[in-house]
């Protein structure tokens, strides 16, 4: 099998264990160290660009390749990492590396030349799978130098560094500063602890001294007891103490101590079959105690204590790594947190939980670290605020509430942190609600009392509002009876006096009489029957008096008899029939007299004559047919006797003859005809003989002709 040989650069900034990892595809590599002024780099179908000072040994498969004999692809310049004429494609064939000789070795414009080897396989001498890709370097100062040697390989491969994890092979590797070597010899890949170790023939150095000659068992050297591991490529020594063999490879197992790389101690005590089991401490890397306990299977198990920052974080018992059991929590000041049942980590089962300050915040049920079925919760107090059910942290089921010393508040069922179903709600001294609760809101049946215990409803509710049929109380008496609508009344209701005589029964719109709807006195008589529009009379309507007499009947505008209607005395018989504005008489009307004889007919404005009109004496013979102005006869008209007989056809003012017009006599023959002043003849006229014959004609003053 042909092998290769190269002094390795590679980029380490603290230790090989933080930085170098054969399985990081994103090392940086590159060197300064120079080879006979020229450097070569290798170049891998992955990506990997590690450098090589190229030896080539003949061996019984191939012959030597030394640089100077490859054969020459390209030369010429790079130009950010491009040929400068343009990209170029290099085809890999398996592990052949394509050597790079470069001049210039930090800039991204340099003279280059590509050699290509020869291409074969590693056992069967069949030609692999090309891999495209083009080329990339990069940038770094620092370096390790090591040999390396392939040997026993028996997989195909394209990739080194995965070979190397199947293969053993030969190292030789140097301190990072000052260059002198720290180990030479096997090195193999642990699959199962997934690293690197020394294993098979070493020599180890410490300063460039050697201090061990001899053979390495993962990492160990050891006795018939004791063992102890350093760490590949750092020489650390990561653990001293009883060990074992399994499969013929140490193991720790029995009493010993981990070390971190900047050797802090990191575990001391039992071991078994390479993990920590048993009793034993574990430490944080700046070698404060993390944890003291009881461990199986490198996991912690049984009973143990957790530390952070040199404080105890937790005590109690342990499964697989996770808190499961009893135990207890602690503050970062040491105060007690938790105590109680555990399970994978969370609290499980009956517990206590506290305040910072000491004071008990919680006792009782948890799952899956939430509150969970029976507790009581307390102010920090010490207060106790709730005590009942709970589901996933929230109040739910059966439960009470409390404000400050156990005053009791709500007794009651809670869904999902909300009073929800039936409950009791207290004041400070008494009963405030009883009923069912919906998301926090009364909703349903229930009833509501007073500070002083006295009812004040009992019906629906809904959303926290009385909703639907209800009733509402005053003094314990009742007040109301009828249909809600959030929080008003609303619907068909009854409205009662302290007396318990029915006050209104009908419709309501938002508190108010509205609709169709009946108002009684306190004594129980009627007082109007008919329309009511926000509690006042509106549309049509019978109005009564206390007595049960009619009064009014008729339409009503904004509590106001308006439009058309008819008025009653008190008692009963009818005094106006006609239109109504404003309470008063308005438009055409008749007027009547107490014995509902016929006294006016005709037109009204503001409840008073107005316009034309007839009026009657009670006999029933008309008295006047004309004109009117603020209840009086003004303008033209015609007065007549209490026989019928025509009395003054003419002109007046203010119910007084005025103006021009004709006087008759009470025998029916007319008796003067011209002009008249305040009830007398004045001014221009003409007096007749009851014959008819004309008596005078000319002026009169104040009744008399000159």
């Given at each position: 099998m042909n092998s290769y040989i190269g002094e390795n650069i590679i980029n380490n900034k603290s230790s090989l264990i933080n930085d170098f990892n054969l399985n990081d595809t994103n090392i940086k590599i590159l060197s300064d160290f120079l080879h006979n002024d020229k450097i070569y780099f290798s170049k891998w179908w992955n990506d990997l660009a590690n450098i090589f000072n190229v030896k080539s040994y003949n061996n019984e498969h191939f012959e030597d390749t030394p640089p100077n004999k490859l054969k020459i692809v390209y030369e010429g310049n790079f130009n950010n990492n491009n040929l400068e004429?343009?990209?170029?494609?290099?085809?890999?064939?398996?592990?052949?590396?394509?050597?790079l000789e470069i001049n210039k070795l930090n800039s991204f414009s340099t003279n280059i030349k590509l050699f290509l080897n020869k291409k074969f396989d590693l056992e069967n001498n069949e030609q692999l799978s090309y891999f495209e890709k083009t080329y990339k370097?990069?940038?770094?100062?620092?370096?390790?130098?090591?040999?390396?040697?392939?040997?026993?390989?028996?997989?195909?491969?394209?990739?080194?560094?995965?070979?190397?994890k199947q293969d053993i092979f030969i190292l030789k590797l140097y301190d990072i500063n000052n260059?002198?070597?720290?180990?030479?010899?096997?090195?193999?890949?642990n699959n199962i602890e997934n690293e690197y170790k020394y294993n098979g023939y070493g020599k180890l150095y410490s300063n460039g001294e050697k201090i061990y000659d001899g053979f390495f068992n993962n990492g160990y050297i050891?006795?018939?007891?004791?063992?102890?591991?350093?760490?590949?490529?750092?020489?650390?020594?990561?653990?001293?103490?009883?060990?074992?063999?399994?499969?013929?490879?140490?193991?720790?197992?029995?009493?010993?101590?981990?070390?971190?790389?900047?050797?802090?101690?990191?575990?001391?005590?039992?071991?078994s079959n390479d993990l920590k089991h048993g009793k034993g401490k574990k430490y944080f890397d700046d070698g404060q105690l993390q944890y003291e306990g009881n461990?199986?299977?490198?996991?912690?198990?049984?009973?143990?204590?957790?530390?952070?920052?040199?404080?105890?974080?937790?005590?109690?018992?342990f499964s697989n790594n996770l808190k499961h059991g009893k135990g207890k929590q602690y503050f970062y000041d040491g105060t007690l947190k938790y105590?109680?049942?555990?399970?994978?980590?969370?609290?499980?089962?009956?517990?206590?939980?506290?305040?910072?300050?000491?004071?008990?915040?919680?006792?009782?049920?948890?799952?899956?670290?939430?509150?969970?079925?029976k507790g009581e919760f307390y102010c920090k107090n010490g207060q106790l605020k709730y005590e009942g059910e709970y589901s996933n942290d929230l109040k739910h089921g059966k439960s009470k509430l409390y404000y400050g010393n156990k005053h009791l508040i709500y007794d009651g069922e809670f869904y999902n942190n909300k009073f929800h179903g039936k409950c009791k709600a207290y004041y400070k001294n008494g009963l405030k609600y009883e009923g069912e609760f919906s998301n926090n809101l009364k909703h349903g049946k229930g009833k509501e009392e007073n500070e002083e215990g006295e009812l004040v409803y009992e019906g629906d509710y809904s959303n926290d509002l009385r909703h639907g049929k209800g009733k509402e109380y005053d003094d314990e008496q009742l007040k109301y009876e009828g249909e809600f609508s959030n929080n008003l009344k609303h619907g068909k209701g009854k409205e009662y006096y302290k007396n318990g005589q029915m006050a209104y029964d009908g419709d309501y719109s938002n508190s108010l009489g509205h609709g169709k709807g009946k108002f009684y006195y306190e004594n129980g008589k009627l007082g109007y029957d008919g329309d009511y529009s926000n509690c006042k009379y509106h549309g049509k309507g019978k109005d009564y008096l206390q007595n049960g007499k009619l009064r009014y009947d008729g339409d009503y505008l904004n509590d106001n008899s308006h439009g058309k209607g008819k008025l009653y005395l008190e008692n009963g018989k009818l005094h106006y029939d006609g239109e109504f504005s404003n309470n008063e008489g308005h438009g055409k009307g008749k007027f009547y007299y107490e014995n509902e004889k016929l006294h006016y007919d005709g037109n009204y404005s503001n409840g008073k004559f107005h316009g034309e009109g007839k009026s009657y004496y009670e006999n029933g013979k008309i008295k006047y047919d004309g004109d009117h102005s603020?209840?009086?006869?003004?303008?033209?008209?015609?007065?007549?006797?209490?026989?019928?007989?025509?009395?003054?056809?003419?002109?007046?003012?203010?119910?007084?003859?005025?103006?021009?017009?004709?006087?008759?006599?009470?025998?029916?023959?007319?008796?003067?005809?011209?002009e008249s002043y305040n009830n007398i003849n004045h001014g221009l006229g003409k007096s007749y003989f009851s014959n008819g014959t004309l008596k005078y004609e000319g002026k009169f003053t104040n009744g008399h002709y000159t």
């Open positions: 004429n343009g990209n170029i494609t290099i085809y890999i064939n398996g592990i052949n590396f394509i050597i370097f990069f940038t770094c100062k620092k370096y390790i130098l090591f040999d390396l040697i392939i040997r026993n390989n028996k997989n195909k491969q394209s990739n080194i560094f995965e070979m190397m260059k002198k070597i720290i180990y030479d010899g096997e090195i193999f890949y050891y006795n018939d007891k004791y063992g102890i591991e350093y760490k590949c490529f750092t020489n650390k020594i990561i653990y001293f103490g009883q060990i074992s063999k399994f499969n013929n490879i140490i193991i720790k197992h029995g009493k010993g101590k981990e070390y971190y790389y900047n050797g802090q101690l990191k575990y001391e005590g039992d071991y461990y199986s299977n490198d996991l912690k198990h049984g009973k143990g204590k957790e530390y952070d920052d040199e404080q105890l974080k937790y005590e109690g018992e105590e109680g049942d555990y399970s994978n980590c969370k609290y499980h089962g009956k517990g206590k939980q506290y305040y910072n300050t000491g004071t008990l915040y919680y006792e009782g049920k948890y799952s899956n670290n939430l509150k969970h079925g603020n209840h009086l006869k003004h303008g033209k008209g015609k007065f007549y006797y209490n026989n019928g007989k025509l009395c003054y056809d003419g002109e007046s003012s203010n119910s007084i003859v005025h103006g021009k017009g004709k006087v008759y006599h009470v025998g029916g023959w007319l008796q003067y005809d011209g």
